[in-house]
């Protein structure tokens, strides 16, 4: 029942011409520009860059894993919300999927344990509704973190918030804004 409506909402708002109106056009960052700003995650995939991490690394359970990039190219804010509903659909299509063909897993959920190597350098990639989400680990001689460093994808997109503001009106800015969806605290990390 809520996916009917979800798909439904999204169509109306993305079908509307006052919403289209209002959305094309604004907010617009060029490929080149995203590319040198280092742009990920939807962001990215609006200006036509397949940086999705989940593509470039797949593993057997991506949400991606064997279907088309999810790219538009005009780069404001009608494409980011172009590409968030297309992620939408990829992900319900993904879990009725996953869920058909293996049904929820019996018993308690079990949590792995590693012992981690001394002295070491780890680096972790996975793609987060923002985009993608790089964790860092350092060890120390016993196998104990030293060091952990997460890197939220905020921090590569507030440069594209400008960006996208660049001779746009100051009341354009909340439209904007939210289309990047970008974290405060995930720029401080």
Known sequence: KVVPQTNRAVDMFLDAPSVLGRLE???VVKAKDA????????AGRACGLDNDVRRRFPA???VTSGHAAMLEADG???ARAKVRQREMQA???????????????????ATPQAD???????VSLV???RGRVAHVAITDGAGRFKRYKVVDPSFMNWSGLAMAMRNE???DFPLCNKSFNLSYCGFDL
């Open 116 to 122: 981690l190597a001394p002295s070491s350098l780890c």
């Open 91 to 109: 992900s319900i299509a993904f879990v009725r999927e996953r869920l058909e063909q293996e049904g929820l897993p019996a018993g308690e959920v």
């Open 76 to 78: 404001d804010v009608c």
């Open 35 to 42: 590319v040198d700003l280092g742009l990920v995650g939807v």
């Open 169 to 171: 009106q100051i009341s």
């Open 127 to 129: 793609e987060g509704w």
């Open 25 to 27: 056009g604004v907010g």
């Open 60 to 62: 057997p359970f991506a």
